[in-house]
């Protein structure tokens, strides 16, 4: 016989006496932003030297690839 719907029991998770493991900064970056944009630019916002130093760098490079 067939069990109706509403009284299916899901699977529960097996407790464990250990601590849940705590989420990676990537996963709560990821959990936090709505859209890729909005984490580029909380990144970038956090790490604003990092970003000023790379984006130099790229220019650099690019404008040596271009300037052949």
Do not use: C, H, I, Y
Request: net charge negative.
């Amino acid at each position: 016989m067939v069990e109706p719907a509403d009284k299916v029991q899901e699977p529960k998770a097996e407790a464990s006496g250990a601590a849940q493991e705590q989420p990676t900064p990537l996963e709560t970056l990821e959990q936090t932003t709505t859209s890729g944009l909005e984490a580029v630019k909380t990144w970038v916002r956090e790490n604003q030297v990092v970003a000023m130093v790379a984006a130099f760098a790229v220019g650099v490079f690019l404008g040596a690839l271009w300037r052949r």
